[in-house]
């Protein structure tokens, strides 16, 4: 079974700060993708980024940068000088190669950034 | 490019009452999800269309719900009859070229009074 683990429910920084949300996985595929939404006030959900298995490369846009280790199975977002508009809840996912379900994603239960002015 | 379209945005019903969500995927996406969210359970995947065929309705909660998708461009979530416990924000979801990825509708807010 496939599990994600957001240990932070939520988190409060002011603006400017830098902040880290935290994301645990468990997976028994050798091949899975993981992933980082955000959920804005306003509701919907917004792809932020894909990284597979093999690919253990960080990766930076703009503000945001992601740190992937697999041999502690996290899979990290740093936001660097937060905004007001970064406040959302912020979800990790993860999607792997069981029983040909490979599209089925498990998201972590999401974190409550808040950024104050 | 249009991202997936989701009707209506709001729904209010009284129990008992059908409801039909409705869902337009991204052109050229080959995989359709229905998810819904609530605060105690948090995103829940209810079932999942590949080329308008059902693949997994494991997450469908009773038979109450049904989904369907007559081609690739339109999908429907039925709920008959309808529940207090059922309200929650359903979400519709799309994939394709982009292997795994999943894009995300604006969501349905449904109350069940």
């Known amino acids: 079974a496939q599990k994600v683990t957001q240990a932070q429910t939520e988190i409060s920084v002011v603006e400017k700060e830098d902040v880290t949300l935290d994301c645990v996985y468990e997976?028994?595929?050798?091949?899975?993708?993981l992933f980082w939404y955000k959920q804005p006030p306003s509701g919907e959900l917004v792809f932020l980024i894909r990284?597979?298995?093999?690919?253990?490369q960080n990766e930076i846009s703009g503000r945001y940068s992601w740190n992937f280790q697999k041999s502690t199975s996290s899979f990290n977002f740093t936001i660097t000088a937060s905004q007001v508009v970064d406040s959302a809840v912020y979800f990790c996912?993860?999607?792997?190669?069981?029983?040909?379900?490979?599209?089925?994603?498990?998201f972590g239960k999401g974190t409550l950034l808040t950024v104050n002015p | 490019d249009a991202g997936v379209i989701q009707s209506p945005r709001h729904e209010v019903t009284e129990m008992g009452q059908e409801v039909t969500l409705r869902c337009k995927p991204i052109?050229?996406?080959?995989?359709l999800f229905w998810y819904r969210q609530t605060m105690m359970r948090g995103l829940e995947l209810l079932i999942y269309?590949?080329?308008?065929?059902?693949?997994?309705d494991s997450g469908m909660p009773e038979d109450r719900f049904s989904a369907k998708m007559p081609n690739a461009s339109f999908s429907t979530l039925k709920i008959q009859p309808s529940e207090p416990r059922d309200s929650a924000v359903y979400f519709c979801?799309?994939?394709?070229?982009?292997?795994?990825?999943?894009?995300f509708g604006p969501g349905t807010r449904l109350t069940v009074l």
């Open positions: 979801a799309s994939g394709g070229p982009e292997r795994y990825t999943q894009y």
């Open positions: 997976t028994r595929d050798t091949t899975y993708y």
């Open positions: 990284r597979n298995s093999f690919d253990e």
């Open positions: 996912a993860l999607t792997g190669y069981s029983g040909g379900s490979n599209y089925k994603l498990t």
């Open positions: 052109s050229g996406h080959d995989y």
């Open positions: 269309f590949n080329n308008n065929v059902p693949i997994d």
